[in-house]
């Protein structure tokens, strides 16, 4: 019940998501300020799906679930991000079963996002103003 009430609210704010840990993250980046428009949702990349991309600035962002803790998944995903990083992609990865660490990375995110160059694709919302202390 709670995972569909973060998938619904996550979609409202635009986030066309549909796994519970990506609607946190998601709302944790609106919340933050980031414009949804931008960013595509299961991004197809040659064999690959990224959860969150921004392909103006080649920027995945990973929200990874328990599951991502395995040996065998975090080989597998090791190996992907090398492949994307080869294809000149950055990859974030984010543990969306906690709270702080969605936190913490949202707040790295954001300072990373305020130090690209601008270009036609907005990043925040129109008319929104930050202040980092």
């Known amino acids: 019940m709670l995972d569909q009430l973060s998938i619904n609210a996550a979609r409202d704010l635009g986030w066309d998501v ?3 840990g990506e609607a946190r993250l998601a709302i944790a980046l609106s919340h933050a300020g980031l414009d949804p428009s931008p960013w595509v949702i299961q991004f197809k990349l040659g064999p690959y799906r990224l959860d969150f991309a921004h392909p103006l600035y080649r920027l995945d962002v990973e929200g990874d679930g328990w599951v991502h803790t395995t040996s065998k ?9 090398r492949q994307l990083q080869a294809w000149g992609w ?4 984010i543990d969306t079963d906690s709270d702080e660490a969605i936190a913490k990375a949202v707040d790295h995110l954001v300072r990373l996002v305020i130090a690209l160059p601008r ?6 919302r129109e008319g929104e103003r930050h202040s980092f202390g």
């Open 18 to 20: 549909a796994v519970a």
């Open 73 to 81: 998944v975090r080989r597998r995903d090791r190996e992907r991000d």
């Open 90 to 93: 950055d990859v974030i990865r």
């Open 119 to 124: 270009h036609n694709g907005a990043l925040w």
